[in-house]
């Protein structure tokens, strides 16, 4: 079984920073991707930003020149660096972690989701 816990949300004025973290940590083989969502009320969830094992990335257009998406491979954990913040951003971020999981007799394909974050920007 493998778990998310996220960290790093809050509340922030617009033109301001955050990082959030994501660490995974359980009976994991191997991650292939990482990534985050949000959602925001009466929306869709939507992706973020996703960065494979190898270090490639791939973020939103909304966000791209603001977020930056990285991991730490040894803590199985991603990172997302969130600046200059608009009211537009808030919502609630979810990390999502794709891989493979290793039971005592075998190997299964696992995708996991966080508990969420709260993001406010608002002044």
């Known amino acids: 079984q493998v778990q998310l816990v996220e960290s790093g949300g809050g509340l922030v004025q617009p033109g301001g920073s955050l990082r959030l973290s994501c660490a995974a940590s359980g009976s994991i083989f191997s991650i292939n991707a990482m990534g985050w969502y949000r959602q925001a009320p009466g929306k869709q969830r939507e992706l973020v930003a996703v960065i494979t094992n190898s270090g490639i990335t791939n973020t939103a257009g909304s966000v791209k020149g603001r977020f930056t998406i990285s991991r730490d491979n040894a803590k199985n954990t991603v990172y997302l660096q969130m600046n200059s913040l608009k009211p537009e951003d808030t919502a609630v971020y979810y990390c999502?972690?794709?891989?493979?999981?290793?039971?005592?007799?075998?190997?299964?394909?696992?995708?996991?989701w966080g508990q969420g974050t709260q993001v406010t920007v608002s002044s």
């Open positions: 999502n972690v794709d891989g493979v999981a290793k039971s005592y007799v075998s190997y299964s394909r696992f995708n996991s």
